[in-house]
């Protein structure tokens, strides 16, 4: 009898064009914690988001906010892409499309040449100006992380180039996703609680296009009543099945 996985297998194979939406769950198997779910180093377990991931905590001590950035660049300079970055790496190899919340990077180390990453919140791995009419931009060394620094352009602090909550996601990033997944006919959704908005409303964008989802997951979620194949499951030991 075929199982969910040989029909979610069989729908990737045979997808006209595929989405991948990934969350922070897709690089917890590489050692970077989630933000939410039960895991015991889920950040905001630990840490107070509007203290250190908003405008508001950044301008209230810059410090403690760009040492905690610096803590986790600290981080990624010793992990690695895990199976599924390289699972989902292969979809690019086949034309599929990535849409990542995640802001470090391990898609794009991993990505076939030329291919596309659309980050939704961002990046950790530049820093830019606090003034948003500055266009002043610095790429980050992690194996040599910066101190908390002016712009040499305008004065202003230069803050990670992430997206914080009440902040508005990268305009034509945004757009290129929101028309990928508008297009395509399966939408592969991985290791996202499906917490964070507007980010969370491309799944329901596509399942109004008529997508076919599929979710992989560890733990249940805010979108798993969109999917036509849902899997609780570690992203490591599910996509690589799923893809090959
Ligand atoms: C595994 C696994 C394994 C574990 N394998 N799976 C509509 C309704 C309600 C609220 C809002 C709304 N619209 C806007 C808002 C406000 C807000 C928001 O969404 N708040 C909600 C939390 C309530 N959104 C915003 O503020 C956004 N901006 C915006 O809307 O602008 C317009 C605006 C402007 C002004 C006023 C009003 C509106 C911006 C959101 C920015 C999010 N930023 C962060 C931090 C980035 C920088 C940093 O890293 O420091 O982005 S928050 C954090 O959450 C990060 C993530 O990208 C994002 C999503 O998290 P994700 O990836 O889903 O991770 P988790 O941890 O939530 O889930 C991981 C999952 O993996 C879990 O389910 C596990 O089970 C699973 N898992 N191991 C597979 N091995």
């Not at 908003?54 to 300079?77: H, I, K, T, V």
């Not at 010793?78 to 990542?100: D, F, W």
């Not at 329901?204 to 969109?226: M, S, T």
Request: charged fraction near 20%; hydrophobic fraction near 45%; include cysteine.
């Amino acid at each position: 009898m075929r199982t969910d996985e040989d029909k979610a297998r069989e729908l990737l194979a045979n997808a006209r064009a595929i989405v991948v939406f990934t969350g922070a769950g897709v690089s917890a198997d590489s050692g970077v914690p989630t933000f939410r779910g039960a895991a015991s180093d889920a950040m905001w377990k630990m840490f107070d988001p509007q203290e250190l991931a908003s405008m508001e905590g950044f301008a209230a001590n810059p410090q403690r906010c760009y040492d905690w950035y610096n803590l986790r660049r600290a981080q990624l300079a010793t992990i690695q892409p895990n199976p599924a970055h390289h699972a989902i790496a292969r979809l690019q190899s086949r034309g599929a499309v990535i849409v990542t919340q995640n802001i470090d990077g391990l898609h794009e180390r991993v990505a076939p040449p030329g291919a596309v990453v659309h980050r939704v919140h961002g990046t950790i791995l530049q820093d830019k100006c606090l003034n948003e009419t500055c266009p002043h931009r610095e790429t980050i060394d992690l194996n040599n992380l910066p101190p908390l620094r002016k712009c040499p352009r305008c004065g202003n602090y230069l803050r990670p180039a992430v997206v914080w909550f009440g902040e508005m996601l990268p305009g034509d990033v945004w757009h290129a996703a929101e028309m990928a997944v508008a297009a395509c006919d399966v939408l592969l959704v991985v290791g996202t609680s499906g917490e964070v908005w507007p980010a969370a409303g491309l799944v329901h964008l596509a399942q109004r296009k008529r997508a076919r989802i599929i979710i992989v997951n560890l733990e249940p979620g805010e979108l798993d009543n969109l999917a036509s194949f849902l899997f609780h499951d570690r992203a490591a030991s599910v996509l690589p099945q799923l893809v090959d």
